[in-house]
């Protein structure tokens, strides 16, 4: 069956860096687009960026462009989220997910499969 497994999150720093991996398994990686998406604490699920199958193109929200960004090794099947600049408002709970088509939807609830999430915290 389709398996998503987030790694890579912690206590950063504000100002830190963080790389979050996510593996992919029971299904063929390169065919699909990738989001990762965000829950923090008290508020609804955030999409945060997007990248389509082949890695032609990718997108951000407003909130993280010019410090995260996205990536893929579809050899690997592994998806990336490498975080820059971090801010106490990025602390929450990072999952990645499987898009329906090789082109990304940037829409929480297009998603076809999430991971468990990893824990992302920012602070002194």
């Known amino acids: 069956q389709v398996q998503l497994v987030e790694s890579g999150g912690g206590l950063a720093q504000p100002g830190g860096s963080l790389r979050l991996p996510c593996t992919a398994s029971?299904?063929?990686?390169?065919?699909?687009?990738m989001s990762w998406s965000r829950r923090a604490p008290g508020k609804d699920v955030e999409w945060v960026s997007g990248?389509?199958?082949?890695?032609?193109?990718?997108d951000y929200a407003d909130s993280v462009k010019g410090r995260f960004a996205i990536s893929r090794d579809n050899a690997k099947n592994t998806l990336y989220l490498e975080m820059n600049n971090l801010k106490p408002e990025d602390t929450a709970v990072y999952y990645c997910?499987?898009?329906?088509?090789?082109?990304?939807?940037?829409?929480?609830?297009?998603?076809?499969?999430w991971g468990q999430g990893t824990q992302v915290t920012v602070s002194w």
């Open positions: 029971g299904f063929t990686f390169s065919d699909y687009a």
């Open positions: 990248i389509y199958s082949d890695s032609t193109d990718s």
């Open positions: 997910a499987k898009e329906r088509t090789a082109c990304f939807s940037g829409i929480v609830g297009n998603f076809e499969c």
